[in-house]
């Protein structure tokens, strides 16, 4: 996500100069390179968007793992050891934990990603209307660089304050188990186990 946003800043910054002609008496008419900047986005969409899919499988994964350990613990506690109980009911709770992080990164960028994806169909409009209005409009509409440029510099600002990896949590602090909620669980499991 972190490629996005740069590539996405990138052609924010030069989008007022390479979208539009730099002339100022001049029509508006598409930069060289315009139509390459919008492909380029597409393809990191796409690149999000299998990378939305990667985090998909990973949270399945741990999920998967967290009821391995929840297995395991009734089997410990089944066999008498407690011991081996609260160890597998504590790496459950730090797998629960990190699913739940992991899920979050997952939905922010769902939410960066949709967000993207509208803004680059509009910057696509918007090069579509210029290429259109260059062939047909004699003078440049200086509003509607205006419009495009202010446009863009808050597309600039929303992925300056979405910019957060979805492996940032990664470099987190290690997650915990909380013992009490360890001693609850087990309490829970003893009783529906004696049953």
């Known amino acids: 996500m972190a490629k996005l946003t740069d590539k996405f ?18 029509s508006p008419r598409l930069g060289k390179g315009a139509e390459r900047q919008a492909e380029a986005l597409r393809a990191e969409i796409n690149r999000a968007l299998d990378d939305a899919d990667r985090l998909s499988a990973e949270i399945a ?10 297995r ?17 009911i504590r790496q459950m709770q730090v797998v629960q934990q990190r699913t739940a992080l992991r899920r979050a990164d997952l939905d922010q ?8 994806i509208s803004r680059v169909n509009a910057l696509e409009a918007r090069l579509a209307q210029a290429k259109s209005e260059s062939q047909t409009a ?30 940032a949590s990664d470099d987190a602090a290690p997650v915990l ?19």
């Open 9 to 26: 800043s990138v052609l924010v910054r030069s989008s007022v100069r390479g979208v539009f002609g730099g002339g100022s008496d001049r």
């Open 109 to 116: 960028h769902r939410r960066a990603t949709g967000d993207l």
């Open 177 to 195: 188990a909380d013992e009490q909620a360890v001693e609850d669980d087990l309490a829970r499991r003893r009783s529906r186990l004696s049953q």
């Open 61 to 70: 994964g741990m999920e998967r793992e967290a009821a391995d350990w929840d």
């Open 138 to 167: 004699p003078a440049p509409d200086s509003r509607l660089k205006q419009s495009v440029a202010e446009r863009l510099r808050r597309v600039q600002q929303t992925f300056e304050d979405v910019g957060r990896s979805p492996d």
């Open 72 to 88: 395991q613990a009734d089997e410990a506690l089944a066999r008498g050891d407690e011991a081996g109980a609260r160890q597998a």
